[in-house]
């Protein structure tokens, strides 16, 4: 079974300059989240989707990170204009439908996409 | 947001059993509790998950008091391989909990020496 699929791997760009990751989760996984990773932090969730709809972008910098997932499969994530604060590691995840209650879960990370912002 | 705390960081030799505890206190009745495994430049990946008293696997096996205020994951005879950082996370294995989202805290990071 492949695994979630995430580009570019590494990204080095200027402030205030834009960049978009891509990722391609499990097939058949609902939902989709993308992490923000800072290094020697834990991921933070900045949005969920179940299928191309938003569940969850409480902490997604609305002014700066856009993200979509159109036709409930692949989905991308925007940011711009880049900051100095935004490097980190851009990490997707997905996971079967996380409504059904009872379900135990499962997140299935991708490797991560790193960006450098100088 | 459901809340975990775990230690920092641990130390141990190969061959060693380590045990890495999380606190959980206000875990609701339908949480499962769920460890991750991360290597560097790598996304974190499922060891196990439970609910309460114990869960083995291949890998790790999973202690849960009858509180389920603290879990502790126990890696039997570590090798230097199992080098990483290891996260609980409380709620169906994902985000999603009874009492609102959960969330990865800084996990622990455990080094294995020879």
């Known amino acids: 079974e492949a695994g979630v699929a995430q580009s570019p791997r590494y990204k080095i760009i200027e402030k205030r300059q834009s960049v978009a990751f891509w990722c391609n989760p499990i097939?058949?996984?609902?939902?989709l989240y993308w992490y923000q990773q800072i290094l020697g932090q834990g991921p933070k969730l900045l949005i969920q989707?179940?299928?191309?709809?938003?569940?969850?972008d409480s902490q997604l910098p609305k002014d700066r990170f856009s993200a979509e997932r159109l036709k409930g499969v692949d989905s991308t994530l925007k940011i711009q204009p880049a900051k100095l604060e935004d490097s980190a590691v851009y990490l997707c995840?997905?996971?079967?439908?996380?409504?059904?209650?009872?379900?135990?879960?499962?997140?299935?990370f991708g490797e991560g996409s790193r960006l450098t912002v100088l | 947001l459901a809340k975990t705390t775990q230690p920092i960081s641990m130390d141990s030799y190969e061959g060693q059993e380590v045990n890495i505890t999380c606190s959980h206190n206000?875990?609701?009745?339908?949480?499962?509790i769920t460890w991750y495994q991360q290597f560097p430049s790598q996304g974190p990946r499922f060891i196990i998950q439970?609910?309460?008293t114990k869960v083995t696997n291949e890998v790790a096996s999973l202690f849960i008091p009858a509180d389920r205020k603290s879990s502790t994951l126990s890696l039997p005879r570590v090798s230097l391989s199992d080098t990483a950082v290891y996260y609980c996370?409380?709620?169906?294995?994902?985000?999603?909990?009874?009492?609102?989202?959960?969330?990865f805290g800084d996990g622990t990071t455990l080094t294995v020496k020879p």
């Open positions: 995840a997905s996971s079967l439908d996380s409504r059904l209650a009872g379900r135990t879960g499962e997140l299935f």
């Open positions: 097939s058949g996984h609902a939902t």
């Open positions: 989707f179940q299928n191309n709809g938003v569940v969850d």
């Open positions: 206000n875990i609701a009745t339908n949480d499962y």
């Open positions: 439970g609910y309460k």
């Open positions: 996370l409380v709620g169906d294995g994902t985000h999603n909990t009874n009492a609102g989202k959960s969330t």
